[in-house]
């Protein structure tokens, strides 16, 4: 990196640790019938686990969920 790149760096880190000191998150619980989206992790072991993995996307597509895998 060039001296002008460190400089943009630097001071773009100084301004995204300025802005999150005052971000504040609220968290909310839900349920399968509030939700909207819905995330999944997921790392195959054995077919077993794919099989109930795929049950399991079934069942959110069903309800209508946005599924990020």
């Keep these: 990196m060039n001296f002008i790149d460190n400089i ?4 773009g880190i100084r301004n995204l640790t300025r802005r ?8 909310e619980g839900h349920n399968f019938a509030s939700a ?3 995330g999944i992790l997921f790392a195959p072991t054995d077919t077993v686990s794919f099989e109930q993995y795929q049950q ?3 069942f959110l597509f069903c309800l209508k ?3 990020h895998r």
Aim: net charge positive.
């Design 8 to 11: 943009k760096l630097k001071a």
């Design 20 to 27: 999150l000191a005052r971000f504040t998150r609220q968290r």
């Design 36 to 38: 909207k989206t819905a």
């Design 56 to 58: 399991l996307l079934l």
């Design 65 to 67: 969920l946005q599924v």
